[in-house]
């Protein structure tokens, strides 16, 4: 394992833990304020008529991939590659469905949807670096 790699994968970590934290934190205020002030009109389009799954999406899916992701990385695990994509692509999705479906943008989901195409690319450099 080169020195490299570690130096990556330790950023990564640092990232998603980050995302982690920042993805169980929104969820859980975001249940009990109903959406953090987001206006309820923003899920007319949606099967939502709170903000309670969404926030409960958010906190479980999205933080706790980001959470397992990081700590993979830390710890060296085999599948700690894998699960940083996994948390890339269920970021990417996460987005794209919330701009779909609330048809309204802020730059934040702007800098999330690029996280999780970083994240994705970091995966391939990783698996890069690892080989050698």
Not at 98 to 109: D, K
């Amino acid at each position: 394992m080169s020195k490299l790699y570690l130096v990556v994968s330790r950023v990564f970590a640092v990232l998603l833990l980050f995302i982690g934290l920042i993805s169980v934190v929104s969820g859980i205020v975001m249940i009990p304020t109903n959406g953090m002030g987001m206006p309820l009109s923003w899920l007319e389009n949606t099967v939502f008529d709170s903000y309670l799954v969404p926030g409960l999406i958010l906190a479980l899916v999205i933080g706790g991939f980001g959470f397992a992701a990081g700590i993979l990385l830390l710890l060296r695990k085999k599948c700690a590659i894998e699960m940083t994509a996994t948390t890339g692509f269920a970021l990417i999705i996460w987005i794209f469905t919330e701009m779909y479906l609330i048809r309204e943008s802020h730059w934040l989901q702007t800098l999330m949807f690029i996280i999780g195409i970083i994240m994705i690319i970091g995966s391939m450099i990783m698996l890069e670096l690892k080989k050698r």
